[in-house]
């Protein structure tokens, strides 16, 4: 309940208080008391980076592109062997994709996480140690696996923000997405699995790819966790073809 005041200490108390304001509002805009001026106030708030912004916390599949649209994504990197492999079909065919990366690869890669953003790509937080059961996890492990490797991912790419976060195993929890969406990172799924990391030849992932296609965006390949070849072969082949059938290609909706 705010404080009643008597009818003469009222008045007096009101009109002095407003003497005050008026002397220390005239002495700000004129610089008289010592501080910075309004004009140097905001310039010094303009110079300190931006606080990050939350993001929606519900899992993304939608492109950022419209019309018929594909979202390119690529985990488990970086690898020494094969994301450079990876970078050149990509480059080659003027297509840009989004890079899940696990922390402890990007701090042993920091000139691959830098190329992958100097190329146009963005970042993708893919957890500490790809444990697939994280859904399984106590609330803090989850915290600490998925922000431990944004800022491992940060730190090696020298400024670029890490702007989604992919689940293992897509083992997304409530506490999950929440924490990775404070943290400025959207939480990021699929609709088409090449299951590159199954085997089989080039031909069979691109095979599967094109047969899933109709299942909407966001399409899962892997530049990291074993031999890739397969993956760049059928990348080569697939990119060209999905253009021909009138596919663009965007980033996952922030």
């Not at 937080?125 to 696996?145: F, I, V």
Request: one cysteine or more; hydrophobic letters at 35%; proline letters at 6%.
């Amino acid at each position: 309940m705010a404080r009643r005041f008597g009818i003469e200490g009222g008045i007096i108390g009101v009109v002095a208080a407003a003497v005050v304001s008026l002397g220390i509002v005239g002495a700000v805009a004129s610089g008289q008391l010592g501080g910075t001026s309004t004009a140097e106030a905001d310039s010094s708030a303009s110079a300190r980076p931006p606080e990050t912004a939350q993001v929606d916390p519900s899992i993304v599949h939608a492109s950022d592109r419209p019309g018929r649209s594909q979202n390119i994504t690529i985990d488990d990197g970086p690898d020494p062997t094969w994301t450079p492999k990876v970078l050149d079909v990509l480059k080659k065919h003027d297509v840009k994709a989004v890079f899940c990366m696990i922390g402890p690869q990007a701090e042993a890669h920091p000139d691959l996480v830098k190329k992958v953003v100097a190329g146009g790509h963005k970042l993708c937080d893919h957890s500490m140690s790809h444990n697939t059961g994280m859904d399984h996890k106590p609330e803090s492990y989850q915290s600490r696996e998925i922000l431990d490797a944004q800022k491992k991912i940060e730190d090696a790419a020298g400024g670029a923000k890490v702007e989604y976060y992919r689940a293992p195993g897509g083992a997304f929890t409530p506490h999950s997405r929440k924490v990775a969406a404070q943290h400025g990172m959207r939480p990021l799924g699929w609709r088409v699995d090449s299951k590159d990391f199954e085997g089989g030849s080039a031909a069979t992932i691109e095979s599967r790819v094109r047969g899933e296609l109709r299942n909407g965006p966001t399409i899962l390949f892997h530049d990291g966790g074993g031999n890739r070849a397969r993956t760049v072969e059928a990348l080569d082949r697939l990119l060209p073809w999905m253009k021909e059938q009138g596919y663009g290609f965007g980033f996952p909706q922030r």
